[in-house]
């Protein structure tokens, strides 16, 4: 109980650092930690094999995109700097559009009784038994048989996902667009385009 | 569970709506695409909660695809973010008003 | 198809029409074809004399429009009086009009409107129902306004033409709802159907719609209080003065009372009202007449006090009597104003009778002219006024009315009177033409100069002087028609046509008719003999600059504002009116009216503004409009439920 209290402490502070935060690396530290507390909440809740997930894929690939992602946009620029604010105290509106969204989803969650009216087949067990709800043979045999397609289309995502981010963030026009103090500059950083790479 | 459901959704919900105004204030597009990652984890503790409250796997296959989905919305968001502002002297989500009518 | 009867009415309007449209290639040749075009009419009605001189006589029915709606023309004996008057004297006047407008550059114009005032005036007295009445009635109401604001560069005769036309409107207000009175309880517009079933009538709604008609009729007549355009309108010409004002439009409310008779017969209250209207009328007109220095507002009032004697003897039921003033009347007046229209013509747009003076010698004709109008129709015996007057007067009496007897008896003297200051004034005494205008106390007015209109020519005379002269052969003889009392050709003429009124009451004194003429003649004579020693008698005529410029001085204010009529009407309904108008067009206009429009596309472009706003490009608007309807999509379900 008093685990979920931390958790949930730990959660809401890291996504507020995160959003609040004026240097995106600052913010990445944010969203890794809110990402650790969150698989540390999977576990609790028993689902070992989706806590794993989070941790390699989220926090070990996605963060490390947004790492080099923010390492290429400020490199050769100078650190990040941003025009003139153009909507300014937009925040009123924003803050009080989701409290009263918050406050009618509470109002409809509490209201609402959530318990299932159906069991299920598989059995709880404690987190790290073989084959008990949320183990990795309990996923996988869901995932191969019974939700197949989900699969699939994931498969089929991911391939969709590789070739738009080659043709969008690819070098679609070379040296020519660059001038040569640009050039000069990205070289000495020791930086590559990155679809060129035998170059 | 000895941690009422209710309590998950609520902590996903507060997350989640974090996670909004993190979208609507900030104009780096980095911190914009993390917000929205917020989000997506946000929906993916309800629906884990949920999946534990009815002993159901479905739940965290649909967390499975929900990975995947943020894994490549992130992978083409940053891209669109490279693309767009390779160029630009700053990186300002203001600065790209070309839509406007 | 009597072609007749309808070349009758519809020659001046093809008449008025050719003028209009050809009026500048016509030029001078436009009054011999107007003279020309309603002498035609007008032996077209003696051809048809004949056959219409009863009660009956020749109709031919128009349009059928509805069941009960039918459009027609009807010739019968009243009618037909009212015809020959129109198109007889009538066509004399065009003829006198040729030449006292010769030197106007508008004469074809002057002639349309004539020949289309001859048109409508045939409309109202032919048709055969009282809508057709109507439209005659408005059509002369318009052929008024054209005729008196014909000169249309002097502000005064705008102005009078406009009045003349607004309070005509009023009485148009009150036929029009006998009118609907009449067709919701009779079913009918033709004058056949509403007689005959005059009787079935509810007794408050046929004193409603007697009410209605005089109401029309007093305000085409100029009685009291709706008599007030008439002295004005002498600012037409003088020819318009003498048809129109005198001889026939004003007449149509006496045409209209005697065509209701079997109405007005019926409700003895509305006879008693118009009576006496007719004869506050008739002794206003004659008290403000002695008032009056122009010479043709002379001549207007005395001819509101005639028609007041015509319509008390309609009212009372007198209507032969009544009619036959209307008839006598219209020699003598047109006679009078012709007159006058040879005086004022001769000394270059002179009106005011005190720059006049002497005239017996520079103008005979004139004079022999004036004087027989004048004993005309102060009623001097074996001339055609005494005779119609006498009737009317008598008439009062033998239906019961005492009061108004007196008062009939009281203004023969009083026309008396202020006929002969007239003729002393004008054709006696020194000539004062070149006396100053501060030595006879004429405030200066204001002159439009319109020489710009005139070419320099002068008509033949005998243009003007023969309709004059062939005037005076009735202007003496007409009334002899009615000698012999009911068996007279007059009497006769009429027949039972206008039946017997409900409401006779006895005479209050049983003074037989010839001693009550009798009384009338004493009358008029002390009139006469009052005005001689005032105006006539040698030591007057020789002071007559300083005892006229006293006279002006010391007018009672009662008579120079004709009892404030006008100025009462200004202030209770013209003001009201403007100030309304003015109120409506400074604030109900543009801030009302216009805003409202102005409104709608303000709204529209605010409405833009609103929409602009959202369109700004900007990715965090999208995004909070996202959060927005998000919000209301959580808020909907959250208390609707999920949906199934």
Known sequence: MTAFYVLAILLIASAVFTVTQKS????????????????????TLNAEFLGIIQIVVYSGAILMLFVFVIALLSSGIGPFSEGPNRLPRVAIPAVLATLVAFGFLAFGVLHTPLAPTTPHAASLGPVGTANVFGSVADFGVALFTVQLLPFEVTAFILMVAVIGVVLLAGDASPQKTRGSHEKSALKSAGREPIVKAGR | MTV???????????MFFIGVVGVIVRRNPLIVLMAIELMFNAANLALVAFSRAWVNNAGHI??????????????????IVVAVFRRAKNVDLDEVAGMHG | MNALLLALWLLPLAGALIMWALGPQLKRGAGPLGAAIVFASLACAAFLFPNASNSTGVSETLITWIPGYTFGLRLDALSLLWTLIITGVGGLIHVYSIGYMWSDRAMARFFAYLNFFVFAMLTLVLSDNVVGLLVGWGLVGLASYFLIGFWFYKPTAVAAARKAFVINVVGDVGIMFAIFALFAFTGSISYVDIFAKAGTLPVGVLIAICMGLFIGAAAKSAQVPLHTWLPDAMEGPTPVSALIHAATMVTAGVYLIARFAPLYNLSPTAQEIVALIGGITMLTGAVLGVAQWDIKRILAYSTMSQIGYMIMGVGVGAYQAGVLHFFTHAFFKAQLFLGAGIIIHALNDEQDV??????YR?????????????????????????YSKDAVIYGTLEHGHGLLYLAGVLTAGITAFYMFRMIFVVFFGPDRSEVPDDALAIPPAPHAAHAEDHDASHAPAWLMNVPVAILMVPTVAAGWLSIGGNASP???YFGTMF??????????????????????????????????????????LRDSVARLRAEGLRMPVALRRAFWFDDVIALAIVRPAQALGSFIGRVIDPHVIDAGVRDVA????????????????LVRTYALTLAIGAACFIAYFAVMGAPR
């Open chain 1, 24 to 43: 995106p690396v600052y913010s990445v530290v944010g969203l890794l930690t809110n990402f650790l507390v969150l698989a540390a909440l999977y576990f």
């Open chain 2, 62 to 79: 649909f967390v499975f695809l929900v990975v995947t989905v943020a894994a490549a919305e992130a992978a083409i968001g940053l891209a």
């Open chain 3, 362 to 386: 520079r103008m005979p004709f004139a004079f022999w002219a004036m004087l027989l109008g004048t004993l005309a129709i102060i009623g001097f015996p074996f001339f055609s006024g005494s």
């Open chain 3, 602 to 617: 303000w709204f529209a472009g605010a409405l833009g503004f609103f929409a602009r706003a959202l369109q700004n490009g």
């Open chain 3, 490 to 492: 007059w009497y006769q």
């Open chain 3, 499 to 540: 039946g017997t009124s409900e409401n006779v009451a006895a005479p209050p004194l049983p003074i037989p008719e010839l001693a009550s003429q009798f009384i009338v003649y004493a009358i008029v004579t002390v009139g006469v003999i009052i005005a001689y020693l005032r105006y006539g008698t040698p030591e007057a």
């Open chain 2, 4 to 14: 009422e459901l209710t309590n998950y959704v609520m902590l996903s919900a507060v």
């Open chain 3, 354 to 359: 005190r720059k006049m003076g002497g005239l």
